[in-house]
């Protein structure tokens, strides 16, 4: 299974531009806190675990398994 290339969070925000997206926007979409993506696009967590965790592999700044 060949995995996708990560993204920096600079990336990620000029794509949300790009396509018109708010980070707002797209964490509903996606069940999660915008807080914690904001978290995420700042540095300010790591995206470890938990919702954290699977915001960071659906934007691309992580590699790992989403498990419900």
């Known amino acids: 299974m060949e995995q996708k290339q990560l993204k920096t969070r600079e990336e990620i925000l000029r794509d949300f531009e790009s396509k018109g997206i708010s980070i707002r926007g797209w ?16 540095g300010e967590r790591s995206g470890r675990i938990g919702k954290s965790h699977k915001a960071a592999v659906l934007l691309g700044l992580k590699y790992g398994e989403i498990v419900d």
């Open 27 to 42: 964490a509903i979409t996606h069940g999660i806190p915008p807080a914690i993506v904001h978290g995420l696009l700042k």
